[in-house]
């Protein structure tokens, strides 16, 4: 259990903190950051090649419109029609706020 423990929780990467800088100084925002009802358009998905491509299998695409339903670090998400709460372990999705 150590040794997924340690993957979990692991400190955020170096590609993660890139983007969140990138996110910053943008009009894109960290996907966490994306107020409750709003929509955006997902940028980028960036960061721990794990979190990432979880991510990614979960629909999780350049392109793709989301919605926030509940923000935060652990957050509740609807991407399509399908609502899932999610946390990006170490994974950075950069969102384009459209409403």
Do not use: Y
């Not at 423990?5 to 009009?27: G, H, R, V, W, Y």
């Not at 980028?44 to 990432?52: F, N, Q, R, S």
């Not at 979880?54 to 419109?65: S, Y």
């Not at 399509?80 to 999610?86: A, E, G, P, S, T």
Request: net charge positive.
């Amino acid at each position: 259990m150590e040794g997924l423990e340690a993957k979990l929780f692991a400190p955020i990467s170096l590609d993660a903190q890139i983007c969140l800088k990138l996110a910053s100084t943008m009009s894109f925002l960290n996907l966490a950051q994306l107020p409750a009802g709003k929509t955006g358009e997902i940028v980028e998905v960036t960061g721990h090649p794990t979190g990432v491509a979880r991510l990614q299998e979960l629909g999780f695409q350049a392109g793709r419109t989301i919605e926030m339903v509940c923000p935060g670090d652990t957050c509740i998400v609807k991407l399509d029609r399908c609502k899932m709460c999610i946390r990006t372990c170490g994974a950075c999705v950069v969102v384009r706020p459209l409403n």
